[in-house]
């Protein structure tokens, strides 16, 4: 069975200083990873999404995920945090066996910037 | 183009009850699934829909269930409401190898 694994429930950054929020994933096969963030009382917007191809991947909002197949991550980045980028992350990897689709998610990682 | 149309975006439930929300994708797309979120269980997977075929189903008792219409728009259903179905449910739709786009999603409070 597949598993997502983010290990920090939360990751405190000064506005301006670079950001990681960790993610690490189980499956077999290759994997479908993605990123989504959740501002409050809100669904979740898509970030990125790793398929194939290069492993450094760039996404919305300057935000950018490096795959590492040997160590099965797919760490978020930013270069530089705003404070409005205070929000809850949840990594997420895609089932790919068969035709069925669906999606296990990490249990999500809060964001917080500060001034 | 438009994007995941979910409704209603709050209802409020009494135990006992059954409550039936809906979500309509993006056009052309032809697979939903529907997402539970809890803060305690986080985000749990319910079911997929594909061409009008539940495809796949997740760990849930039978008091939830969906469809999905010839035109990809979907519903879900739960009956006999608990308090422990309280929660955001999201809706997302995808098309083949794509991102799943996601819905802003329906607050059921049972009280």
């Known amino acids: 069975a597949q598993s997502v694994a983010q290990p920090e429930d939360q990751v405190n950054v000064a506005e301006g200083n670079p950001l990681t929020v960790k993610c690490t994933y189980s499956v077999s096969g290759n994997p479908y990873l993605f990123w989504y963030v959740q501002y409050p009382n809100r669904g979740l917007q898509f970030l990125l999404k790793y398929i194939t191809g290069d492993n450094l991947v760039k996404g919305s909002y300057g935000f950018e995920a490096e795959f590492n197949k040997s160590q099965t991550s797919f760490h978020l980045k930013k270069p530089s945090a705003l404070v409005s980028d205070s929000a809850l992350y949840f990594c997420?990897?895609?089932?790919?066996?068969?035709?069925?689709?669906?999606?296990?998610f990490g249990t999500g990682t809060r964001l917080q910037v500060t001034l | 183009k438009a994007g995941v149309t979910q409704t209603p975006r709050y209802l409020i439930k009494t135990r006992g009850q059954q409550v039936t929300l809906s979500c309509s994708p993006i056009?052309?797309?032809?697979?939903v699934s529907w997402y539970q979120q809890t803060p305690g269980q986080g985000l749990q997977f319910l079911f997929e829909y594909f061409s009008e075929t539940q495809r796949n189903k997740g760990n849930f008792p039978g008091r939830f269930s969906g469809r999905q219409f010839s035109n990809s728009r979907s519903e879900m259903n739960v009956s006999t409401l608990e308090l422990g179905d309280s929660a955001l449910y999201l809706c997302?739709?995808?098309?083949?190898?794509?991102?799943?786009?996601f819905g802003s999603g329906t607050r059921l409070t049972v009280v």
């Open positions: 056009s052309g797309h032809r697979s």
């Open positions: 997420a990897v895609r089932d790919n066996t068969g035709t069925a689709s669906k999606l296990t």
């Open positions: 997302a739709s995808t098309e083949g190898a794509g991102g799943y786009t």
